[in-house]
């Protein structure tokens, strides 16, 4: 966790604790906008995953790491209507002859 996101938090654990409040209680939808909003700067940060988009999946980012450590390769499959598009296949020990 990047220091400052686990700075905050701890930050806000020791504020609850010398208030002596309550943690805040926060629905699922608040939750997910949270983690996303998290994930989102730990990505840019990350100099292999910072050309993923926002929103990205949990395959998509294995699928970059993957092309990074040299497990997979990309290979552009060419439409019939012209637009190309990239597809990562990951290689499983495979022999291309």
Do not use: W
């Amino acid at each position: 966790m990047p220091n400052s996101v686990k700075e905050e938090s701890d930050k806000g654990m020791q504020e609850d604790e010398l208030s002596g409040s309550e943690p805040e209680v926060l629905s699922h939808q608040e939750l997910l906008e949270i983690t996303r909003k998290t994930l989102t700067v730990i990505l840019k940060q990350d100099p292999l995953l910072s050309d993923l988009p926002s929103g990205v999946t949990l395959e998509e980012v294995q699928a970059q790491i993957a092309l990074e450590h040299g497990q997979s390769m990309t290979v552009f499959v060419v439409r019939d209507d012209g637009e190309e598009m990239p597809v990562v296949v990951i290689m499983f020990c495979l022999t291309i002859k």
